[in-house]
């Protein structure tokens, strides 16, 4: 049975053999895998590419104290996006999850309909929840759009919720059991991180600090955009929306006040996917001469 | 002539398509399909079709394996026109023989019209069936429409999900197709786990038996009721069955699965301290799981059915049981938090959550609502209690919008107000209130059980048909984007099912102030009309006849419910024996009086025995008749009419209303005016349109 850190070799070991670069977690405070630039930059435009890697993800309103057993303020997703979608897709997919040892005679595997959205970056995309045994295990999406750009070619993402197959493969109820290695549990590593960071989120993260980061980002991002440095702005983008994410957690925001908050940050992923677009096709989109030769 | 025909068969197979669409999706496939067999003249006898998560297939039954034949002309030039001095072909011919691909030779000459004409004559069609099909199934999948699309891969094609194989078979010849990146074969795939790979189907009747081999069911509906026959015989035993409202779940199953088998679960009894909804809620929405409750009594139990695909080994249970057990640890938290807060202090809240650009926050809705229901209760004489729970439910009413669970499920408004209100001590009255002022939420709904969900109910449909109206947006045409046309219904419902007497006229025009920042005062005559037509639609609906309702409806809105009643009054008693009739004489006598201006009236006057015998049975009745209007008993007041039959016709029999003598025709129209006019608050006999006019 695997811990929680056999799964993660396990996963990267997997997409490497099969052609995927594994990088790192980015180092910024991000609300889910899909917003590393590793695939919200790298999907956009004709290059292809294919990665794999573990982003911790903030959800700032999720937090419970560490007292709910299946949902945190900071959670481990394994992101692995593919452009352009192989056609076995699917197959790649479950091939990755029987390996863990999951038996699908046994268990009851589904995908089913979730389309995704994210209105702070501009990005939709069709496709399922993963389901075993009627637990959402991963999320599955063909990318259509990002910072409200077409993409051609599709990419296929892959988020696998670690937390979720670890609790299904070792039959725990509560995810602070989780053997993370042999002998530490997630509760050892991570329950007291949960209690100070959820009463920071909903008790003591200073509101007026947040509303003016938030400002202050937003300019930061246009002022770097203006200069071409596209990544860096999009470092701002990031910032923003977990501003604006604690700023929800501290009930800091209006229902009213909320859609142009969302509103501002999706403005700016525009424009940054815009440019990155621009910023590589100057580059001569490097990936696709190498993929040539 | 019998033609040669074949079976058809084509399955699309693709990825996993959203259960929500199946049922859409395979009736256009279907429609899509035959609609271009139709076209190209190909006739066939049947059709069967077939639909999974991964599969839309149609199996057409005996196909002709040729076009029909026909004969098609076409009419050119005129024979003059066509040949030169020469004899030879002009440019006109020549372009009616390029545009028709024919020769000189394929020309037949007929006369149309007095003026010899060139003709095409070609017998068309007969077209093998084979080489139409590729060309039939790319225009059906192109005209097919979806909710929504993707593309996958290169080519750009869209739909719902990605095409990963098409069965194409023309009884036993494959036929070549290409979408996507797809090329077509004789092949399909099995049940995800069990099926071994491609399997090859020789022929398209034996398509259905070799799936099921492979453990994939592919008849929708049979599949839906394997679902259900194994749920039954779960539940007989355990005394259980599946509540209506999870009926949905049985089609949404059978959507989600290609081999169905129905397993048992339960979940902690604690949980069963959660409001029923909010558990339902989680088990329906969420996991599709199928509630259970109590053969008697329909109280909901801690058992559930989930629906696998894969044969029950007892493996799957726990899985689907910790599932719910989060969300419904969720749940708790949910309706937990809520709790904390004391109820009422969620109205302030409302500022924050805006109503309508226009017409401000929900709050501010809330306080307009609180004025019009204030207005109301006074109309309808409530007691002081009432007066102080209604307003309770109007500040309350809305609170449960912000609330974490009704976040979470949003049907739930109303359902969780109610517990959440009750929980911070409110009255009963008050608590009930909250959840019914949505009442009816649509048609065939239950109507608010108490007075103050009633009336709250209707002043905040009234306030939000003002306000939208105030703030332009009234509806037309087709368009009623805020369903303004169900309010009026709802609030009708109400007022007739509680029978309340009070003047909506009266209401609308107390409470125009309340939008004077919004609009002048001119739309109130809108709204009133508004009011008006619809009345007279829902009438209609409710069965009455159009000139029953015109009869009736004067002065609707100074009391919505007495019209109601004079209708159906009349309504009631227009199918006895001669009362048709009787109205044919009312009628007459209202048009004499409308029409004639000069009339006076002294009984001493009368001379005819018949006007004199009138009169008499008049006087007889008057009185009963005005305490009958006055009870607002109409039943009673039309059973006293009927009396007047045998008077009122001997009466136009005997009697010449249009008396040469002036002082006569005067006094005549005056007694007519003295009987109709005792009914004038009933009926306006005018408007009666007798059986046959």
């Known amino acids: 049975m695997m811990n929680f850190q056999q799964i993660i070799f396990h996963l990267n070991g997997y997409w490497a053999e099969r052609g995927s670069v594994v990088v790192q977690p980015y180092d910024l405070e991000t609300g889910a895998g899909t917003f590393n630039p590793a695939t919200t930059l790298r999907a956009l435009g004709p290059e292809p590419w294919n990665v794999a890697y573990v982003e911790p993800s903030r959800r700032p309103t999720d937090g419970r104290y560490g007292e709910n057993p299946n949902r945190m303020q900071l959670f481990y997703q394994y992101q692995v996006l593919i452009k352009p979608a192989p056609r076995d897709i699917q197959d790649l997919y479950l091939e990755s999850i029987r390996t863990m040892g999951i038996d699908f005679s046994r268990h009851d595997v589904r995908f089913v309909h979730d389309d995704w959205e994210s209105p702070t970056l501009g990005a939709t995309g069709l496709g399922w929840e993963v389901w075993i045994d009627g637990m959402e295990i991963t999320q599955f999406t063909y990318f259509q759009q990002v910072g409200g750009l077409e993409l051609d070619p599709v990419s296929v993402e892959l988020t696998y919720g670690l937390e979720r197959i670890a609790m299904f493969i070792q039959g725990k109820d509560d995810v602070y059991d989780i053997m993370w290695n042999d002998t530490l549990t997630y509760g050892d590593m991570r329950k007291r991180e949960e209690f100070e960071f959820s009463a920071y989120n909903f008790e003591a993260a200073s509101v007026e600090m947040l509303k003016d980061h938030f400002g202050e980002f937003e300019r930061e991002a246009v002022m770097l955009v203006e200069r071409g440095l596209v990544l860096p702005a999009y470092d701002m983008v990031i910032k923003c929306s977990h501003a604006f994410n604690m700023l929800e957690a501290r009930g800091a925001i209006s229902v009213t006040e909320r859609t142009g908050y969302i509103g501002r940050v999706r403005n700016l992923a525009r424009t940054v996917a815009e440019a990155y677009v621009r910023s590589r096709k100057e580059q001569g989109f490097p990936l696709l001469k190498k993929e040539a030769r | ?693």
Not at chain 2, 477 to 494: E, N, T, Y
Not at chain 2, 528 to 537: G, N
Not at chain 2, 569 to 582: I, K, S, Y
């Open chain 2, 1 to 693: 002539m019998t033609a040669k025909t074949r079976d058809l068969l084509v399955e699309i197979g693709s990825e996993e398509l959203p259960h929500g669409i199946i049922a859409d999706s395979i009736r256009g496939f279907k429609e899509g399909f035959l609609r271009c067999l139709k076209e190209e003249r190909i006739s066939f006898f049947g059709v069967d079709e077939f639909s999974t998560p991964r599969r839309l297939a149609l199996l057409v039954r005996n196909m002709a394996e040729q076009q029909e034949t026909f004969t098609q002309e076409r009419r050119g030039p005129p024979v003059e026109k066509a040949y030169d001095r020469d004899k030879k072909p002009t440019k006109a011919l020549l372009g009616f023989l390029t545009g028709n691909g024919i020769t000189p030779d394929d020309i037949v000459v007929k006369e149309s019209g007095n003026t010899e004409y060139v003709f095409c004559v070609r017998k068309m069609g007969g077209e093998k069936t084979v080489t139409l099909l590729p060309t039939i199934l790319e225009k059906t999948l192109k005209t097919m429409s979806f909710p929504k699309t993707m593309r996958w891969e290169a080519s750009g094609f869209s739909f719902p999900r990605a095409i990963r194989w098409v069965l194409f078979l023309f009884g036993e010849k494959k036929v070549p197709f290409t979408v996507a990146d797809v090329k077509s074969g004789g092949f399909t795939f099995g049940h995800r786990v069990y099926g071994n790979g491609k399997i090859a189907i020789e022929k398209p009747s034996e398509y259905e038996k070799k799936l099921e081999k492979a453990c994939v069911i592919p008849d929708r509906e049979k599949r839906a009721g394997s679902i259900k026959n194994q749920i039954e015989g779960i539940t007989a035993k355990k005394g259980l069955a599946v509540p209506e409202i999870a009926e949905n779940l049985f089609a949404e199953n059978a959507d989600l699965t290609e081999y169905p088998h129905a397993v048992l679960c339960s979940f902690g009894e604690s949980f069963l301290d959660l409001p029923a909804e909010v558990l339902e809620s989680e088990m329906i929405e969420h996991q599709h799981y199928f509630p259970l409750v109590s053969k008697k009594g329909g109280k909901l139990s801690n058992f559930f059915v989930s629906v696998s695909n894969i044969e029950d080994n007892g493996e799957t249970v726990p899985g689907y049981q910790r599932v719910l057990l989060a969300r419904l640890e969720d749940g708790r938290f949910f309706f937990e938090e809520d709790k904390k807060r004391e109820f009422g202090s969620f109205t302030e809240s409302l500022k924050t959550v805006t109503f309508h650009e226009k017409l401000g926050s929900v709050y501010d809705k809330v306080e307009r609502t609180r004025k019009i229901a204030a207005t109301l209760a006074e109309f309808l004489s409530v007691d002081e209690a009432t007066k102080e729970n209604t307003d309770g439910v109007c500040r309350l009413c809305k609170n449960d919008l912000i609330t974490l669970m009704v976040g979470e499920f949003p049907h739930l408004q109303g359902v969780m107000g109610r517990y959440y209100a009750k929980a911070s001590g409110y009255p009963e009255a008050v608590s009930r209130g909250v959840l019914e002022h949505y009442l009816p939420r649509f048609a065939g709904d239950a109507l608010p059980v108490g007075i103050e969900g009633a009336i709250a109910g209707i002043a905040d449909r009234l306030d939000t048909i003002m306000g939208i109206f105030a703030a332009g947006q009234k509806p037309s045409g087709s368009k009623d984007p805020f369903a303004l046309r169900r309010k009026v219904l709802a609030i009708i419902r109400i007022i007739i099912a509680r029978g309340l007497n009070f003047p909506l006229g009266g209401l609308i025009r107390r409470s125009a102030p309340l939008f004077e920042k919004i609009s002048s005062v001119g739309f109130i005559a809108d709204v009133e009309e508004f009011f008006k037509a619809r009345t007279r639609t829902i009438f209609s609906d409710m069965g009455f006849a159009y000139d029953e309702i015109d009869a009736s409806i004067e002065g609707a809105l100074d009391d919505v419910y007495e019209s109601y009643r004079r209708v159906r009054a009349l309504h009631e008693v227009r199918p006895e024996p001669g009362f048709e009739d009787l109205l044919v004489s009312f009628k007459r006598m209202s048009s004499i009086v409308k029409e004639e201006e000069g009339f006076s009236f002294d009984p001493k006057l009368l001379e005819e025995e018949q006007e004199k015998a009138l009169y008499r049975h008049f006087v007889t009745n008057e009185e009963a008749i005005g305490k009958s209007i006055a009870d607002k008993n109409y039943k009673e007041v039309y059973r006293i009419l009927s009396g007047f039959k045998p008077f009122a016709d001997s009466f136009f029999d005997h009697v010449l209303v249009m008396d040469p003598d002036p002082t006569h025709k005067r006094n005549r129209i005056g007694l007519l005016k003295t009987i109709t006019g005792v009914f004038s608050g009933l009926v306006d006999f005018s408007r009666i349109v007798p059986e046959g006019e």
